[in-house]
């Protein structure tokens, strides 16, 4: 999945990203109990990597994925630092890095403790994969945050800026989130049973 991405130039207002994300929540919230109470009627285990809705980051439990992956969009983003502007260098080699995890191509597949989500979420009608995808991205733009709050060559203003810049692109993540799951708020759980754990992995597992 592909998401516009030239990390924006004007800030984003902390106000609009409180409010987008406050609504957000909601969503995800209204979608975690929706797949909880699928899975009780399903009478399933819930999944240790159930869909958290958490207003903060929980840095210890990002993803292995996600930090591989974020390790790779880095190495890429520093090939196009311009090096003859040694002033501006760390500021475009973070707005490059973002650029960098919006745009290049993730692969994600069902880990065995997802099973019995990503049968839900199909049974809701929702890319499980395209959600994970989203979700990794998600993860790697608050690996970008923290390292520019730990990087000491950043002004204060300067870590403002490029912090802006992070909301704004997680902004579209979350909206691009709620949209996925916007399609099963409506719709009514279906109760016959949708697959084995075997029948997922088949379907999603890349070759």
Do not use: C, W
Request: charged share 30%; net charge negative; aromatic share 6%.
């Amino acid at each position: 999945m592909k998401i516009n991405t030239t990390p924006p130039q004007s800030a984003f207002s902390a106000n609009q990203y409180a409010a987008h994300n406050a609504a957000q929540l909601d969503k995800q919230a209204h979608f975690t109990q929706q797949l909880s109470n699928a899975m009780d009627a399903a009478g399933q285990s819930r999944p240790d990597n159930e869909v958290a809705v958490s207003v903060g980051v929980d840095y210890q439990s990002i993803s292995e994925q996600a930090r591989n992956y974020y390790q790779i969009a880095r190495d890429n983003a520093y090939k196009r630092v311009d090096l003859s502007q040694p002033e501006k260098q760390q500021i475009q080699f973070y707005q490059e890095t973002m650029s960098e995890i919006m745009e290049m191509p993730i692969e994600v597949k069902v880990e065995p403790h997802e099973v019995n989500e990503a049968l839900l979420f199909n049974n809701l009608g929702i890319d499980f994969l395209a959600y994970k995808e989203l979700k990794v991205r998600i993860e790697m733009l608050d690996l970008t945050e923290q390292e520019i709050a730990d990087d000491k060559s950043l002004e204060t203003h300067e870590k403002d800026k490029l912090k802006d810049q992070i909301d704004e692109l997680k902004a579209k993540l979350e909206t691009a989130i709620d949209e996925l799951l916007g399609d099963s708020q409506d719709k009514p759980l279906e109760t016959d049973a949708i697959g084995t754990p075997s029948d997922v992995f088949s379907l999603y597992q890349t070759p």
